[in-house]
């Protein structure tokens, strides 16, 4: 199976700051299925990414991917208040389909 | 637009047996493969199943497989999740998930676990 390591764990920023998360994919993975999402305690994941850099519908621009292979990336730039979850990446082009651990942004 | 509407979770004994649905609309359901992802309390995602578009095959994580059956109805555009002899560990939320042109997930439905 294609393991997703995320780093770093957990970011302590402030509002205003940019955030880089990082999921590196034990072997490499089609762009068409690396997604990233945001979830906040007791909610159903919520799509920001697919195809590694598109966003979903009504995601704000502030949102970035990037990256190909088997390294991706998220970019949060100008972090609001409502930004501050926890992110995980997922493959699901090849099953069982897997989820990176998550990197959790906190307020510093 | 896609929507994904899971029903069917309860609170049921270590042991027991329960049926999740999945109803699905706004795309052509037949021709795509449709899994079952659950989350624990607090835990990670972990992918449970898939079903082929046309129900011939069926895939399974090792932690379920010959406990849940994954089947589909296509012409009432509905997933099934039929788990038998349950666990406390297979408590969590359960979702359904489409790959269409982008990933698509329902809201969840709660299994509970316990006696």
């Known amino acids: 199976e294609i393991v997703l390591t995320q780093s770093p764990g957990t970011l302590s920023l402030s509002p205003g700051e940019s955030a880089t998360l990082s999921c590196r994919a034990s072997?490499?993975?089609?762009?068409?299925?690396l997604a990233w999402y945001q979830q906040k305690p007791g909610q159903a994941p919520r799509l920001l990414i697919y195809?590694?850099?598109s966003r979903a519908t009504g995601i704000p621009d502030r949102f970035i991917g990037s990256g190909s292979g088997t390294d991706f990336t998220l970019t949060i730039t100008r972090l609001e208040p409502e930004d501050f979850a926890v992110y995980f990446c997922?493959?699901?082009?090849?099953?069982?389909?897997?989820f990176g651990q998550g990197t959790k942004v906190e307020i510093k | 637009q896609v929507q994904l509407v899971e029903s069917g979770g309860d609170v049921v004994q270590p042991g027991g047996s329960l049926r999740l649905s999945c109803a699905a609309s706004?795309?052509?359901?037949?021709?795509?493969?449709i899994h079952w992802v659950r989350q624990a309390p607090g835990k990670g995602l972990e992918w449970v199943a898939l079903?082929?578009?046309?129900?011939?095959?069926?895939y399974y994580a090792d932690s379920v497989k010959g406990r849940f059956t994954i089947s589909r109805d296509n012409s009432k555009n509905t997933l099934y999740l039929r788990m038998n002899s349950l666990r406390a560990e297979d408590t969590a939320l359960y979702y359904c998930?489409?790959?269409?042109?982008?990933?698509?997930w329902g809201q969840g439905t709660l299994v509970t676990v316990s006696s």
């Open positions: 998930f489409a790959f269409t042109d982008s990933p698509h």
């Open positions: 706004g795309f052509t359901f037949s021709t795509y493969g």
């Open positions: 079903i082929r578009y046309d129900g011939s095959k069926e």
């Open positions: 072997e490499s993975v089609s762009s068409t299925f």
């Open positions: 195809g590694a850099s």
């Open positions: 997922q493959q699901c082009g090849t099953v069982p389909l897997t």
